[in-house]
Structure formats: structure tokens, C-alpha cells
């Protein structure tokens, strides 16, 4: 069996699964609802506050890929739709994105996965 192809990196993965203490029923299942264009890879996504309260997103189809399970939402600590979660973090994501334009569920999985500086 091969590595499933992910959109997000290990570390993110790994800092998932410290905030959820290994469990993704910890987190909380975010619905897409958004308004903004949809770009590869959007969809629904498990989030948690990491132990920096940044938010910590990874992809639903990546989390089924990577745990070989189907995630049903009402397992999940909580169901909210993204107008939610961006409205929760909306400052944090004025201040750490780049654009008011583009998805900010996408700017910040771009943010938490790129490559570390060395």
C-alpha cells in the first residue's frame, strides 16, 4: 500500500493529533459553506485550537486518506459551517492572511504548510 497524496504536511498533521490528544473526535467538524471560489482541495475539514490557539485545519478527504476511515461529522466534539469559523477567527485571520479576497480557510491551510525556513 502507497502513502495516500495529501494537502497538508506532517507537522500539521502531527500538531493535529497533539491538539486532539490522538483522537479527531476532539475537533471540531467545519461544513463548507463558503461564498468564495472553490479551489482543489476545498471541502469540509476537522479544525482545533493548537497549543498556540492558532488553528490548527485538516482536511476532511486528508484525514480519511490518512486514518483509512470515513469521518462522520456528529462524532465530532461539535458541527459548525466555516461562516462560523471565519467569524470566530476574524481578526486573527485579518492580521495572518494576505488577501480579504481569497479564501481564508484555504490562505491558512497555505500558511500552515509551507515549508519550514531554514
Known sequence: ???????????TIASFFEATEGNYRNAVYV????????????GDFL???GHDC?????????AEA???????????SYVM??????RLY????????PSSRDCPIQQILHLMNRPPVP
Not at 500500500?1 to 507537522?11: E, G, I, K, R
Not at 490518512?66 to 465530532?76: K, L, N, P
Not at 459551517?81 to 471565519?86: A, E
Not at 476574524?90 to 492572511?97: D, F, G, P, R, V
Open 66 to 76: 490518512f486514518m483509512g476511515t470515513t469521518i462522520d461529522r456528529t462524532d465530532c
Open 47 to 49: 479544525f482545533i485550537p
Open 31 to 42: 461544513s463548507c459553506a463558503c461564498n468564495y471560489q472553490k479551489e482543489s482541495g476545498c
Open 81 to 86: 459551517d466555516s461562516q462560523c469559523f471565519i
Open 54 to 62: 492558532r488553528p490548527v485545519l485538516f482536511p476532511v478527504s486528508d
Open 1 to 11: 500500500m502507497t502513502d495516500p497524496v495529501l494537502s497538508v504536511s506532517y507537522a
Open 90 to 97: 476574524s481578526k486573527w485571520i485579518e492580521l495572518a492572511t
